[in-house]
């Protein structure tokens, strides 16, 4: 019923970039704070990126400041994850989840023990040369 698809994970060389998009149907995304995590294989997963229901407030991790841009079209139910200078390491499976309450700022805070009310399956982003 609450669905998020993320798309736009690719191969791409180290030095370039790649815009993922986190799509939702059967809600109205404008309700939720979005925040973006990503896994690399046999590491644990990591919180990347949040933005705000209204996108006034975002949260990036240390790792990608600078480097990644979140932003949102609530007229398109569509949140953005802009990612420029990629690194090897930046290699991971990239979702999206949804979370209604709280505001961004407390998503962010408890983004490993939060309870979210969706998640997208993933994409895959690859940095090698």
């Known amino acids: 019923q609450l669905q998020l698809v993320e798309s736009g994970g690719d191969y791409v060389q180290p030095g370039g970039s790649l815009r993922l998009s986190c799509v939702a149907s059967?809600?109205?995304?404008?309700?939720?704070?979005i925040i973006w995590f990503r896994q690399a294989r046999g590491k644990e997963r990591e919180g990347v990126s949040c933005i705000s229901k209204l996108g006034g407030v975002t949260n990036y991790a240390d790792s990608v400041k600078g480097r990644f841009t979140i932003s949102r079209d609530n007229a398109k139910n569509t949140v953005y994850l802009q990612m420029n200078s990629l690194k090897p390491e930046d290699t991971a499976i990239y979702y999206c989840?949804?979370?209604?309450?709280?505001?961004?700022?407390?998503?962010?805070?408890?983004?490993?023990?939060?309870?979210?009310?969706?998640w997208g399956r993933g994409t895959q982003v690859t940095v090698s040369s």
């Open positions: 989840a949804a979370a209604r309450r709280g505001d961004s700022s407390y998503v962010w805070s408890n983004r490993d023990h939060f309870e979210y009310d969706s």
């Open positions: 059967g809600f109205t995304l404008d309700y939720y704070s």
